[in-house]
């Protein structure tokens, strides 16, 4: 099947735009760091809201106690 005579106006196409769930309140967790959280590191026990920084300092010890992280680092 085709559609001939049929465009399609790209000013009309909804942009997909990635959608955060860390809010700007949501802050660091690691001693008085305080900076935006862009990871959530989610383990059987509880949350642990980091900023990049902190993530990025242990990424793999978190991870393999963890049971879901979000990754927002795209949006730092
Ligand atoms: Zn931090």
Redesign the pocket.
Known sequence: MSVVGWTVDPASVPVEVPRRILKATDR?D??E???A?FHRVIFSSGALD??N??FEAAPDSLLTKAVYHIDESWAV
């Open positions: 660091c690691k001693g760091c305080a900076a959280a980091l900023c920084h902190h």
